[in-house]
């Protein structure tokens, strides 16, 4: 039984891998794509590239990330736990996708594994340690912080770029910023990688230290490649639901605003990562830098329905995934 439920653990950790790929190459091809800095299918190629990358470097920063995590048990509950969690967060991520609204995977997760964690305390179980710290600082802060600072930094860094291309004309303009918007999709692909690597490569460490197969502190070398894998391959399948939505329903803007928005992102997804050692959501910090160059335009180009039904579903997503987490470690308890 145990075998079987590392097994379902390790496939379910594909899964999420796979859509969180599937979804969020939205963040690195949407403004690319858009702005015909880049063809879909170069676009697509390019970040499924950079986001394995990433994924493959996140490796030396897996043990920074796993000491500010919880401590799942050892055994069959802990293997259950983290199966509960990762269907939760895979099914509202699909939901999401259909809906064609950017949310958060990482929020996703850890939230599934809080609900999960609250299901096995309601059985008797002892809750997992650490969890309301993670809670709090792997969820609440970056979700209120993170979009704030994008968006200030996105707003901002228009001037200074509008300043050093005042003098030159405006299809010139348009047309470096191409060029350079495929360097910034690149550079937010890898930064996804970086960030989110880290979250799949944590949760299948977790189960092969509950199950007994590797003990703590060990990274077999399969498990970064397994994940980058998984996120190159879901990247390449595209969601262009939301990158629709990112590139046309959001928000209107020029190739320079572009190219900010993108580079903003960027440099916070590699200080979150490699500066502060904290997980800060690809999609949260893309899409309010988008919303911020945007908005630093003198006319309006924010679409405001769809800003607000996309901000409901980031603070959906914490209560949902807590009681889907809940919901399916309730379901899956007997194996436990």
Not at 76 to 105: K, N, T
């Amino acid at each position: 039984m145990l075998a079987f439920l590392l097994g379902a653990v390790i496939v379910a950790a594909a899964i999420f891998a796979f859509l969180n790929g599937f979804r969020d190459a939205s963040a690195a091809v949407a403004l690319s794509v858009r702005n015909r800095a880049l063809t879909p299918t170069i676009a697509v190629i390019l970040a499924a590239v950079f986001n394995a990358l990433g994924a493959l470097a996140s490796v030396v920063l897996a043990a920074s990330y796993a000491d500010k995590l919880f401590t799942v048990p050892t055994g069959r509950s802990g293997l259950v736990l983290l199966l509960a969690a990762l269907i939760g967060a895979s099914l509202w991520g699909i939901y999401l996708w259909w809906r064609g609204f950017p949310s958060s995977s990482t929020h996703a997760l850890i939230s599934a594994v809080v609900g999960a964690s609250l299901g096995s305390t309601a059985l008797g179980h002892p809750p997992l340690e650490g969890i309301n710290i993670t809670l709090l600082t792997l969820v609440l802060l970056p979700l209120l912080v993170s979009p704030v600072l994008a968006f200030v930094l996105g707003f901002a860094a228009v001037y200074p770029t509008s300043w050093a291309a005042r003098n030159t004309a405006p299809n010139m303009v348009n047309r470096r910023s191409r060029q350079l918007q495929s360097v910034a999709g690149a550079a937010v692909a890898f930064g996804h990688g970086l960030q989110d690597g880290q979250r799949t490569t944590a949760v299948v460490l977790f189960a092969l230290v509950a199950a007994g197969a590797a003990g703590v502190g060990e990274v077999p070398l399969w498990v970064p490649v397994f994940t980058a894998g998984m996120l190159a391959v879901g990247t390449l399948f595209g969601g262009w639901r939301i990158s629709y939505t990112l590139g046309h329903r959001l928000v209107r803007m020029d190739p320079m605003r572009g190219f900010v928005a993108q580079m903003v992102a960027a440099c916070l997804l590699f200080f979150g990562a490699i500066g502060l050692h904290m997980p800060l959501s690809t999609t949260h910090t893309v899409t309010a830098a988008i919303v911020g160059a945007g908005a630093n335009q003198r006319f309006s180009a924010t679409n405001g329905r769809m800003l607000l039904r996309i901000a409901g579903a980031w603070v959906a997503t914490p209560l949902v995934c807590a009681g889907l987490g809940a919901v399916f470690f309730l379901a899956l308890s007997p194996l436990a």
